[in-house]
């Protein structure tokens, strides 16, 4: 089970705690099967598991089409479609939710990456909505990351949204680690973009599956045991006695 969270962390302060349980539950689920229909189309691409990259590119679309949809049962769950953009840009509470993959294994530093290939157009995507208000609460982002670049790309017509106060502090990153074997680690955090193309994260928080029975991992299936085997016939069922202590010799 994952651990309580601080009733005074950013989590409390942006969600309500009905919104806050459920995105805790279902943003994990909906990453397990985003990493299924990307695994798979790895899998009918590659068989033989060597190009990556295919697997990156379905995840990418994966990730942001299954996170949509189990927030869209959400009322205060809307979309941005900025003028000419071929993707809308997802909002929870007027948060914007920024799926994002961070390569195979998470870095050792959690709290920030390195994205590569920055356009104007995601410069301004990311630093308009960039979560500042928590900088100074927590003391963070002392050193540059040494991890491997990351990265995401954002579509042009984006930058159209950002122009308004709508944006700001708005920005809440779902990071994660994955292969076409199986999920890493996941986290959730306020997200600020800033120099040398580095999105940092206040007070990340470890996003888990707590309940496997509602998830789509398939479960092992229970082995039945073989009747033939060493010990498994039914042993004997004796009544306990206690061994009587011996008696001293008389005379």
């Given amino acids: 089970m994952a651990e309580a969270e601080d009733p005074h962390s950013w989590i409390e302060n942006e969600f309500t705690?009905?919104?806050a349980a459920y995105m805790r539950?279902?943003?994990?689920?909906a990453l397990v099967r985003a990493q299924r229909q990307a695994?798979?189309?790895?899998?009918?691409?590659?068989?033989?598991g060597t190009e990556l990259y295919v697997y990156g590119t379905a995840m990418s679309r994966a990730d942001y089409d299954q996170i949509r949809a189990c927030l869209a049962s959400l009322d205060s769950f809307s979309v941005v479609r900025p003028e000419g953009a071929k993707r809308d840009v997802l909002r929870v509470d007027d948060k914007v939710i920024l799926p994002l993959r961070v390569g195979t294994k998470m870095p050792k530093r959690i709290d920030q990456v390195r994205l590569k290939r920055v356009s104007p157009y995601r410069q301004g995507l990311l630093t308009?909505?960039?979560?500042?208000?928590?900088?100074?609460?927590?003391e963070m982002f002392k050193t540059e990351p040494e991890d491997e670049d990351v990265e995401h790309n954002v579509e042009e017509g984006e930058l159209d949204f950002l122009k308004s106060a709508a944006a700001r502090n708005s920005l809440i990153a779902i990071y994660y680690s994955s292969t076409p074997s199986g999920l890493g680690s996941m986290f959730w955090a306020p997200a600020i973009f800033g120099e040398k193309n580095c999105l940092r994260f206040t007070d990340p928080r470890r996003?888990?599956?707590?309940?496997?029975?509602?998830?789509?991992?398939?479960?092992?299936?229970?082995m039945p045991a073989d009747p033939d085997a060493f010990g498994a016939?039914?042993?004997?069922?004796?009544?306990?006695?206690?061994?009587?202590?011996?008696?001293?010799?008389?005379?």
Wanted: glycine share 4%.
């Fill in 17 to 19: 705690p009905d919104i």
């Fill in 25 to 29: 539950r279902e943003l994990p689920q």
């Fill in 39 to 48: 695994s798979d189309a790895h899998d009918g691409f590659d068989p033989e």
């Fill in 128 to 138: 308009a909505t960039s979560m500042k208000k928590y900088d100074h609460v927590f």
């Fill in 207 to 222: 996003l888990t599956i707590d309940d496997p029975s509602t998830t789509p991992l398939a479960r092992p299936k229970p």
């Fill in 233 to 251: 016939g039914e042993r004997p069922q004796t009544p306990a006695r206690l061994r009587k202590s011996p008696q001293p010799a008389e005379g």
